[in-house]
């Protein structure tokens, strides 16, 4: 797995779930197992077979969220404003029209569009990423059309 930017923040969170996973819900999944087990013969057990699903996505994700955190670049902000950086916060308007947009780049565990936080690695935020204030950008929308940025500010 590729290193992830993270805020301190987000880290704290992931940390605190990975714990909640590990502890109470591999106990539940347990009690659960145990009382599936009562009912007799596990091959026909539904109780049994889904508690044992449910045991492997859990696992599943506890190896994910480990992968996440022992790959994660903790976001610092940049002092340098002359290019984009994950943590910064870039304004930009489309070169054939007025209207502004500010985003924040950050990676992609805390990507949220409709609070304008792009990922680093989405479309618009690589584009965006090492350019300076002044440099027009291209990006492919999902419709396949081409679409032009300037960038108007670096924060």
Not at 9 to 26: G, N, S, V, Y
Not at 37 to 61: T, V
Not at 78 to 91: A, I, M, Q, Y
Request: hydrophobic share 35%; net charge neutral; glycine share 4%.
């Amino acid at each position: 797995m590729k290193e992830e930017y993270v805020s301190k923040e987000k880290i704290e969170e992931l940390k605190e779930r990975l714990r909640e996973l590990k502890t109470t819900h591999r106990i539940e999944i347990a009690d659960r197992l145990k009382r599936a087990k009562e009912f007799g013969d596990l091959s026909e057990n539904f109780e049994y077979a889904q508690a044992k699903e449910d045991q492997e996505k859990l696992e599943r994700d506890i190896l994910n969220l480990e992968e996440v955190i022992k790959n994660a670049r903790l976001i610092v902000k940049s002092k340098n404003r002359d290019v984009v950086s994950v943590g910064l916060t870039v304004t930009i308007k489309k070169q054939d029209g007025d209207a502004k947009r500010t985003l924040t780049i950050v990676g992609s565990q805390e990507t949220d569009p409709f609070n304008d936080k792009i990922s680093n690695v989405s479309p618009l935020g690589k584009e965006l990423m090492n350019k300076k204030v002044g440099e027009v950008v291209t990006v492919k929308t999902p419709k396949g059309d081409l679409v032009k940025y300037e960038i108007i500010a670096i924060e």
